[in-house]
């Protein structure tokens, strides 16, 4: 587990999903991990009607890769 004592780092995930506005931006569904355990991928999903994405963070630095 890592330091507890550091800050915490909020990611936005909307924002990211370069979406956009609508149901699906509010709507992270859930995260899973690359089978290498190198990367997180959160789904938005937009239902029927509103377009999705998937969005790809680095694991270690959470930042974006696409």
Do not use: C
Not at 16 to 44: C, M, N, Q
């Amino acid at each position: 587990m890592g330091d507890l004592s550091k800050p915490f780092k909020t990611i936005n995930v909307a924002k990211d999903s370069g979406l956009p506005a609508t149901k699906a931006t509010r709507r992270a569904v859930h995260p899973e991990y690359s089978a290498d355990g190198t990367e997180v991928w959160i789904s938005l999903w937009g239902g029927k009607t509103d377009q999705s994405a998937i969005v790809v963070y680095d694991d270690k630095t959470l930042a974006l890769k696409r």
